[in-house]
Structure formats: structure tokens, C-alpha cells
């Protein structure tokens, strides 16, 4: 069974910064392409950046490059997000996310394709 625990999400001023953390089983940390998305309140999910197991390549959401960053603790079976330079429009419920895919599907599947999902963390930017 595939379980997925976030955690990190709070609250910050315009131009501070956040950490998530996803907790992962060994087995799925390894083996599955794992990333980040976020859901704004009236908006559609989005994809913020996946990572593919074993080469750990990247892909990120366009707008959000040079911001926000993914990165993994392999000891921990734990994959982060690093949110640096947050805007108020970062403001959503952050959500982990993962899914038995090929590494061209793990950079094109849109959140819809994923079938395991965290219980999701809030994160609120001020101005």
C-alpha cells in the first residue's frame, strides 16, 4: 500500500520561505516517480515538479523554476520541497503525490494520472 505523509505547510510573509516534507515507504520512494502539486482554492490542481526514481531527474512547472526546488533524503525515504521567495499567488494546499510511471510519463502525466496522494499541507503567503 502506498502511503504518502506531508508536512511543513504553515503560514509566511510575502518573500519568506517553506519546507515540505513527503514521507514515503522505502518501495515507494524507490520505485515510484514522486512529486509535488498544489490546488488554489476555486482553481485546478497543478503540477509544481516530479522527480523519477533512480536517475532523479527533475521536471518543474515553468513559473515556478529558480523558486522552488525538489530534493530527497534517501536515508529517510523523504522527498522535500524548498519554496523559496513566496508570493501571496503561492498561497494552496500542497499535496505529494506518486504513481508507478516511465520516466517520460513521470514528466508529462498531468495530476489527474496519479493515483496515490497525501492528505495535503496548507500553505498561506501574506503580502
Known amino acids: 500500500q502506498v502511503q504518502l505523509v506531508e508536512s511543513g505547510g504553515g503560514s509566511v510573509q510575502a518573500g519568506g520561505s517553506l519546507r515540505l516534507s513527503c514521507a514515503a515507504s522505502r518501495s515507494t520512494y524507490s520505485t515510484y516517480c514522486m512529486g509535488w502539486f498544489r490546488q488554489a482554492p476555486g482553481k485546478e490542481r497543478e503540477k509544481v515538479t516530479t522527480i523519477y526514481p533512480g536517475t532523479w531527474r527533475t521536471y518543474y512547472a515553468e513559473s515556478l523554476k529558480g523558486r522552488f526546488t525538489i530534493s530527497r533524503d534517501n536515508a529517510m525515504n523523504t522527498l522535500y520541497l524548498q519554496m523559496n521567495s513566496l508570493k501571496p499567488e503561492d498561497t494552496a494546499m500542497y499535496y505529494c503525490?506518486?504513481?508507478?510511471?516511465?520516466?517520460?510519463?513521470?514528466?508529462?502525466?498531468?495530476?489527474?494520472?496519479?493515483?496515490?496522494w497525501g492528505q495535503g499541507t496548507q500553505v498561506t503567503v501574506s503580502s
Open positions: 503525490a506518486a504513481d508507478r510511471f516511465t520516466s517520460g510519463r513521470c514528466y508529462t502525466a498531468p495530476p489527474g494520472d496519479f493515483n496515490y
